[in-house]
């Protein structure tokens, strides 16, 4: 299928303001991705240092867990925010070029950046879902 996309000036314009914003946000998003791994990773120490902390407060799950759950986290905000940056700077080669090229593969990412954030929306409406019901089950139970 091959179509022809004359994009205007403006639409130029407007693409060149949107992938200085995505480059801004994804730089931002590494450095969160960065901070929550150190988080992750340092959980455990950080509790220890608190005075009358209770590790109850984890329940179940206890630390480790927590650490492993915080770095998955951190791994998927960083696939996140790398589909957003190629997104950006493949962008920036196709209006500085006139690539049509390096703008199919930055609009790629885009989507692949969209489908992800899409696919864990989903994700955690089923979790909200799952403890609504757990919850009035559990009143239900208790009433």
Not at 34 to 47: D, E, K, N, P, Y
Not at 52 to 73: E, P, Q, R, S, W
Not at 77 to 88: I, T, V
């Given at each position: 299928?091959?179509?022809?996309?004359?994009?205007?000036?403006?639409?130029?314009?407007?693409?060149?303001?949107?992938?200085?914003?995505?480059?801004?946000?994804?730089?931002?998003?590494?450095?969160?991705c960065?901070?929550?791994?150190?988080?992750?990773?340092?959980?455990?120490?950080?509790?220890a240092?608190?005075?009358?902390?209770?590790?109850?407060?984890?329940?179940?799950?206890?630390?480790?867990?927590?650490?492993?759950?915080?770095?998955?986290?951190a791994?998927i905000?960083?696939?996140?925010?790398?589909?957003?940056?190629?997104?950006?700077k493949?962008?920036?080669?196709?209006?500085?070029?006139?690539?049509?090229?390096?703008?199919?593969?930055?609009?790629?990412?885009?989507?692949?950046?969209?489908?992800?954030?899409?696919?864990?929306?989903?994700?955690?409406?089923?979790?909200?879902?799952?403890?609504?019901?757990?919850?009035?089950?559990?009143?239900?139970?208790?009433?």
């Open positions: 299928m091959s179509t022809s996309l004359t994009l205007t000036q403006i639409a130029i314009e407007h693409l060149n303001q949107t992938r200085k914003w995505t480059h801004f946000l994804s730089i931002v998003g590494f450095v969160m960065v901070f929550i791994a150190i988080m992750a990773l340092f959980i455990g120490s950080i509790t240092l608190i005075p009358d902390f209770d590790n109850a407060a984890f329940g179940a799950i206890g630390t480790g867990m927590v650490t492993v759950i915080y770095l998955v986290l791994l905000c960083f696939f996140l925010y790398l589909y957003l940056y190629r997104f950006s493949r962008l920036k080669t196709a209006i500085n070029t006139n690539n049509s090229e390096a703008l199919a593969d930055g609009f790629k990412n885009l989507k692949a950046h969209y489908r992800l954030s899409g696919i864990l929306t989903i994700v955690v409406i089923g979790f909200y879902v799952i403890a609504l019901l757990a919850g009035v089950i559990g009143a239900i139970a208790m009433g």
